[in-house]
């Protein structure tokens, strides 16, 4: 059985005193253990489809479809029901500790806050979160813990945040870009740490990034959001041999290859849009290269194919089309420095 | 680190105080008129007023008589007025308890309403339209104003408090000064309401208080903790200002109530030109009113401790 499952997932928010649609169709479920990659330029409604999970949206945000979280819903829970399934069974990893962690309290207190909510004694708690900072890498833990954010760099918080979520052992981790905020060098070191500590506890993981090999590597399955709709949703080890929609084939192919050196990057011509902006017909095709007459009236609905899912039309054509062309997103126009 | 960043405070202190008492005696040493002839009286000779200035030293120069008043400070002698023929601390003694009984009467009033309300407010967002009504209007009500409203409906018509006076003994001031304090407090309570108001807001748009609910920590440990916790630290800066400016409020409410302390002490002696008396209680205030700010820069060093750091 699934352990998170989302049906027709639309999100609407209040902008300017409206209800306006920024997530409209997501549809996927989530295995036990299993680790999908939530991928899209900003404004596809990643980051909102993860919030949306553990209920944390903005205010005045309206939910429609289902978020099930083992059969139960999380848009119909109490106010009760929603604190224990937050202290008990899922946890989210944000993108920047420095702000998502509170400045004036140790960083102790931050740890065993959801523990102690719990009713778990001071000091077990203090036990359980000191071996779990050894776990994702940090040493001097006592002394870690009488420390205040601000003496703590941006990557070693963002473990202490890993180690956090962890505290409660939870069935699923939501990580809303954990990476971004830091500088390169961390980034690898805290994303080795938390896949490691997610695989040896067989924790599943909605994973959202703009960073699509970095999905890529970490994931089971790759879900492409454009636009506030999921377009794609394939095994994370096949994408790069057989992306099914063009928007994904053209993700791969903007990004600059280490080993390939060439005059200008690769890029998905016009602008991302967002979920506030769609029209009628295949969100996708003001962009595409290959969209038809029908692509611009029929929205394509999501639909399998093998072992992955896609909504676009011409997903089988262009699956035959690119096996025997072959290149990796040749037929994209090229320029340089719009990448979104 | 702490200690030093603590007794760099202190120093400054005693340097601000130090000035302040140059610019206290200096003041009165510039106001016209002279002491000898009001305590010779109107039909005394000018041999007679010659022989009160000399005595009162009140030829020799500025510095001379600065340090003399100085000097008698430092080792506990505040002077001696001019008027009673008495030293200005024995004087003073009397007077000092009721004014520190009201002024800790409406700081309190101030935090804990001001506190109490301006939370009320930025969690409950139908109160506080009230709550924000209300508190503009305790804003714009100068304590003197207040005074005589207060007088009038809790001491006049409804008999509920004493009118006049600050009374004896613990309940009997507390009876007593009441009014005084709730007419001294109000404008400043409306004012930190508002600014808790402010702060609490500013931080329920927080990233961390986001972490906080999505980690399922109650409403009202996310209000403690997380709201109040780091809202105190602005709340604290401005509002241990506030009850620092009360010293200056109480000259006009003690006035107002006939309350017999340090402030229509001050009054009364600059009217009658006893200057001893005057640079006492001025320099009383003035060194209050630095000790609070001090205090206030202190505990906010334990509150935040982003600040600690920069220090070091």
Not at chain 1, 53 to 76: C, F, K, N, Q, Y
Not at chain 1, 214 to 221: E, F, G, P, Q, Y
Not at chain 2, 54 to 82: A, C, M, V
Not at chain 2, 201 to 218: C, L, P, Q, S, Y
Request: charged residues 20%; hydrophobic residues 50%; proline residues 4%.
């Amino acid at each position: 059985m699934a352990i998170l499952h989302l049906e027709h997932l639309a999100i609407d928010l209040q902008t300017a005193g409206r209800l306006r649609r920024v997530v409209h169709d997501v549809t996927f479920r989530l295995a036990e253990g299993e680790a999908v990659g939530l991928v899209g330029e900003s404004g596809a409604g990643k980051s909102l489809t993860s919030r949306a999970v553990i209920r944390l949206l903005p205010d005045g945000a309206r939910v429609h479809g289902a978020i099930l979280m083992e059969g139960r819903s999380i848009t119909d829970m109490s106010r009760e029901s929603l604190r224990s399934y937050r202290l008990s069974e899922v946890a989210m990893i944000f993108q920047d500790p420095r702000a998502h962690v509170n400045p004036v309290r140790r960083v102790g207190d931050f740890l065993t806050e959801a523990l102690v909510e719990r009713g778990e004694d001071r000091k077990k708690a203090l036990e359980i979160v000191t071996g779990l900072l050894a776990t994702v890498g940090i040493e001097d833990a006592e002394r870690r813990m009488r420390q205040y954010p601000h003496e703590l760099s941006g990557g070693l918080l963002q473990r202490v945040m890993i180690a956090a979520a962890l505290s409660i052992s939870p069935k699923l981790l939501l990580a809303d870009e954990p990476t971004t905020a830091l500088d390169v060098t961390t980034q690898s070191d805290v994303m080795v740490h938390l896949d490691a500590q997610r695989r040896g506890r067989g924790l599943a993981m909605v994973f959202v990034t703009h960073d699509l090999e970095l999905a890529i590597a970490v994931c089971d399955r790759i879900a492409v959001l454009y636009a506030g709709h999921l377009v794609e949703d394939s095994p994370a080890a096949h994408l790069h041999e057989k992306a099914l929609h063009p928007y994904t084939r053209g993700l791969l192919a903007s990004r600059p290859s280490p080993t390939l050196r060439r005059e200008r990057l690769a890029a998905i011509p016009g602008r991302p849009l967002s979920g506030l902006e769609v029209q009628e017909g295949c969100v996708f095709c003001s962009r595409c290269a290959h969209a038809q007459e029908r692509c611009q009236k029929e929205r394509p609905v999501l639909r399998e194919l093998g072992d992955a899912r896609v909504a676009c039309h011409r997903a089988e054509e262009l699956l035959e089309g690119g096996r025997s062309g072959g290149a990796d997103g040749a037929e994209f126009e090229v320029r340089v420095g719009d990448r979104g | 680190m702490i200690l030093r960043l603590v007794a760099g405070r202190l120093a400054m202190l005693a340097v601000t105080v130090a000035v302040a008492s140059i610019a206290i005696y200096g003041a009165l040493y510039l106001a016209p008129g002279n002491p000898a002839t009001l305590l010779a009286g109107g039909h005394a000779t000018h041999a007679e007023i010659r022989l009160i200035t000399r005595q009162l030293k009140l030829t020799e120069p500025f510095f001379t008589r600065y340090w003399d008043w100085l000097f008698g400070l430092l080792h506990g002698n505040l002077g001696e007025s001019f008027l009673y023929r008495e030293p200005v601390a024995s004087l003073l003694a009397p007077r000092v308890l009721n004014t520190v009984f009201l002024v800790t009467y409406a700081s309190v009033v101030i935090v804990v309403g001001g506190l109490a309300l301006g939370l009320a407010s930025a969690l409950f967002k139908r109160l506080g339209m009230g709550i924000t009504i209300l508190t503009g209007v305790g804003l714009a009500t100068p304590s003197f104003v207040a005074a005589i409203i207060l007088i009038t409906l809790f001491a006049v018509d409804w008999k509920l408090f004493p009118v006049f006076g600050g009374g004896a003994g613990f309940v009997d001031r507390l009876d007593h000064l009441t009014l005084p304090a709730v007419a001294l407090a109000l404008s400043w309570l409306a004012y930190t309401s508002q600014l808790t108001r402010t702060a609490v807001e500013d931080e329920v748009k927080k990233e961390h208080v986001e972490t906080a609910r999505g980690r399922g920590i109650a409403r009202r440990h996310i209000v403690t903790r997380h709201l109040l916790r780091n809202a105190m630290i602005p709340i604290s800066t401005v509002s241990g200002i506030t009850v620092a400016g009360l010293i200056a409020g109480d000259v006009v409410v003690e006035q107002a109530f006939g309350v017999n302390g340090l402030g229509s002490f001050l009054v009364s002696s600059a009217l009658d030109k006893d200057f001893a008396s005057v640079q006492a209680v001025a320099l009383i205030l003035v060194a209050t009113f630095v000790v609070v700010n001090a205090l206030v820069d202190i505990w906010s060093l334990f509150l935040d401790p982003r600040l600690r750091a920069k220090g070091a």
